[in-house]
């Protein structure tokens, strides 16, 4: 009878074999492992990044403060049936709102012209037409319509000759984020614009850049003649002076008192350099700020022309350059510390002094400072052809402060929310008007700031519009001919010479 076979043992190569098989599926594991946990890290952190010539798709601190703090869900739909011009723009800007938002604000687009369903029943809803190119943002059953004509700068210059308009300005965001302030808001802020002292109403001429800026903030802006009425109106959420001619009257100054006092009021003061106010400075000065009545200047030599023949010669400079201190930062968010903002205009300096009343703490936030160089003249003429001359014993030496923000009634731990009356000074009104934003709009960036501080909106900023720019390529005639060379000679003699070697090694 045969004996049964002894087990065999498997060979040195069979178990090599085995060992270089079990390794690699270690390392395929691993490598999976690696390939998933990366993945999750990149789903978990997502980040992004806009390397475009002009920053187009970057989000203002605005529009992220207001997306980030979405409480519920917004529905984005984009329904462009012939501005193309600006829809792939559009698309852009939204997907970065979606992904800013943390997926609380979702996007969908219809083509109203392969999507006939979809297009018939959001018009049946939405109440609009099938030939309306607009951008539907849906809140909690309420929803807001955003056109493509207040979503880009055009010029038809080009239409009288048969062409097309031509986008220059692209101001998708801040028509976007206002319609959505607009319906996230449960209240609407208003501000009342003080008149009866030569003020420039916020609703005149001369201030239309600066009124449509706050109104895309959503705030609506009424003016307030304080002589014909018995109180601060009970919707007030802020009253603006802007650069009185004249002072405010005691009545006047008693109803602004108690709106200050016993209704937490709200007051944005913009005094000139030139304006002579004495009860309301007095005022002012109970609160611990006084206007010193100067106009602040420096000295700076200019190419002025002598006898039709130019020339450098010292001259007096009386535009203002303030820098945020690091106090002003809790308030002005999102203005860098240490960067120069000019203030068209005369500027008078404000000197910060201990409160008459001290029943209630009071508190004071320098909000821009002008450096060493400046000093406040007190006795300015304008147009004057000789260089001002600081005198240390009549005029107000530097740095200087020339905004200033006060809190009243606050409390230090920031944990602690109370009610508290709030004030901002600047002693400058032309900076916010049509030609003081024309020559720097950094103005104009500090006040909305200010404002929204006022309100209790300080997580909000303002959105500056972005231009349009076009991309030109322009090429001299050599370069035009070196550029053929490589085109049509170069790039398929190369494809030529892969080829032959590609064929070569294959014969052999």
Not at 410 to 435: A, M, Q, W, Y
């Amino acid at each position: 009878m045969d004996k049964p076979p002894a087990s065999i043992k498997p060979s040195a190569s069979a178990m090599k074999r085995i060992n270089i098989g079990f390794n690699v599926l270690v390392q395929i594991a691993i490598f999976a492992a690696i390939i998933g946990m990366i993945n999750y890290v990149n789903f978990r952190h997502f980040k992004r990044w806009d390397f475009s010539r002009n920053q187009k798709f970057a989000l203002a601190p605005l529009t992220k403060n207001l997306l980030s703090g979405l409480k519920k869900p917004v529905k984005a739909i984009v329904f462009f049936p012939s501005a193309q011009a600006i829809a792939q723009d559009v698309a852009s800007l939204l997907r970065e709102y979606e992904y800013a938002s943390g997926r609380s604000l979702s996007v969908e687009v219809v083509d109203p012209y392969r999507n006939l369903l979809r297009a018939k029943e959001l018009s049946e809803k939405y109440k609009f037409g099938n030939n309306d190119n607009i951008v539907i943002l849906d809140y909690e059953g309420r929803s807001k319509f955003v056109n493509a004509v207040d979503m880009a700068v055009m010029e038809n210059s080009a239409t009288v000759i048969g062409q097309s308009p031509v986008v220059r300005g692209f101001k998708g965001e801040e028509a976007l984020t206002s319609a959505l302030l607009e319906i996230t808001e449960e209240k609407q802020n208003k501000i009342y614009s003080l008149s009866g002292h030569g003020e420039s109403a916020i609703t005149g001429q001369n201030s239309t850049e600066f009124k449509a800026f706050i109104e895309r903030q959503n705030i609506r802006i009424e003016t307030l003649n304080l002589n014909n009425v018995d109180t601060v109106p009970a919707d007030a959420s802020a009253i603006v002076v802007l650069g009185p001619h004249s002072d405010l009257s005691e009545r006047e100054l008693t109803l602004l008192t108690d709106y200050w006092n016993e209704r937490k009021g709200r007051i944005f003061l913009f005094l000139g350099g030139a304006a002579k106010a004495p009860r309301l400075v007095n005022w002012l000065a109970n609160q611990g700020i006084i206007p010193q009545q100067d106009v602040i200047v420096r000295t700076a030599s200019m190419l002025v022309l002598e006898n039709g023949q130019p020339a450098v010669r010292p001259s007096t400079v009386s535009t203002a350059v303030g820098v945020v201190p690091q106090s002003g930062k809790s308030i002005l968010k999102d203005i860098e510390l240490g960067i120069d903002l000019q203030l068209a205009g005369l500027s008078q300096s404000i000197a910060l002094t201990s409160p008459k009343s001290t029943i209630e703490k009071i508190r004071a936030f320098p909000l821009l400072l002008c450096p060493a160089d400046f000093w406040g003249e007190t006795e300015y003429v304008r147009m004057d052809s000789k260089p001002a001359v600081k005198d240390p014993d009549k005029d107000h030496l530097g740095p200087l402060t020339v905004a200033v923000a006060i809190e009243k009634g606050g409390i230090e731990d920031p944990r602690v929310k109370v009610e508290t009356s709030r004030l901002v000074l600047v002693g400058n009104s032309e900076f916010v008007s049509n030609e003081g934003i024309r020559i720097s709009e950094s103005g104009l960036d500090f006040a909305i700031n200010s404002l929204n501080w006022l309100i209790n909106r300080e997580q909000l900023a303002g959105i500056p519009p972005k231009p349009k720019q076009a991309v030109q390529l322009s090429l001299n005639e050599q370069q035009m001919s070196r550029l053929a060379l490589v085109v049509m000679g170069l790039i398929p003699g190369l494809v030529a010479v892969f080829g032959a070697i590609v064929c070569w090694k294959r014969r052999n």
